[in-house]
């Protein structure tokens, strides 16, 4: 096989990688992630399901990376030395905290996966939530558990709940409009959401800092 041929092979290969992910997309967006069916997928892909053995080794090894691929917190990328950050990470968590919540607003397939996440023990979506954890986890031992010492755990406690309520005011927004009063589907109700997130994180600062 000469190099332009092994070039356009290559090509070919990612291309139709490609294929079966978006099939995987546009599945779980039209029908829900009980649709995602190993003959479904390759029909939607317009592609021979052995690929996906031979591509992603399995269909859990596709949806493994269909999955990761649109997790926020699998890919959010912190491009700043801790040694640069003062305030123990406070803007830092609110440009996070916002980013996350309008990711997750506008991206109805990933709500899918969320959803499948709650429904549904499987490897690929197990191995998502490992991957979140680690990312989080250099960026508490990096930044915030020095600035907040032994009050580190409770910070990290109420990160928890203010990131698993970002995934669930996104998810509840599949089945209504409303929750508390606070429409969630029209910009002045998610403005209102993102305004008091920030809010929150400052008493989060000024209660659990060290003094």
């Known amino acids: 096989m000469s190099k332009q041929e092994k070039v356009k092979a290559v090509r070919n290969k990612e291309q139709s990688k490609q294929k079966f992910l978006n099939a995987v997309g546009e599945i779980a967006r039209k029908e829900g992630y009980k649709a995602l069916k190993v003959n ?18 399995s269909v859990d090894g596709l949806l493994d990376q269909y999955i990761r691929s649109l997790d ?5 990328s912190v491009d700043v030395d801790p040694a640069e950050i003062t305030d123990g990470g406070k803007e830092l968590s609110k440009q996070l905290l916002t980013q ?20 549904e023990s499987r490897k690929s979506l197990k ?24 009050n580190a755990t409770d910070f990290r406690t109420a990160m928890a709940i203010l ?3 970002i995934y669930y005011l996104n998810m509840y927004t599949t089945n209504a409009d409303t929750f508390c009063g606070i429409n969630l589907t029209n910009e002045q ?23």
Do not use: C
């Not at 479904?40 to 080794?57: E, P, Q, S, T």
């Not at 309008?102 to 499948?116: C, F, G, H, P, R």
């Open 189 to 211: 109700g998610r403005d209102q959401i993102k305004s008091t997130l920030m809010k929150m994180l400052d008493m989060l600062y000024d209660n659990f800092e060290k003094k």
């Open 163 to 165: 990131i698993s309520g």
């Open 100 to 119: 996350q919540y309008d990711y997750v607003a506008s991206n109805k397939e990933l709500q899918e996966i969320l959803i499948w996440g709650l429904a």
């Open 127 to 150: 191995d998502v939530n490992v991957g979140r954890e680690e990312n989080g986890e250099m960026m508490f031992k990096a930044i915030a558990d020095p600035h907040f010492a032994n």
């Open 40 to 57: 479904d997928i390759a029909r939607v892909a317009g592609l021979d399901k052995k690929l996906i053995y031979n591509y992603f080794g």
């Open 72 to 76: 926020f917190w699998n890919n959010a």
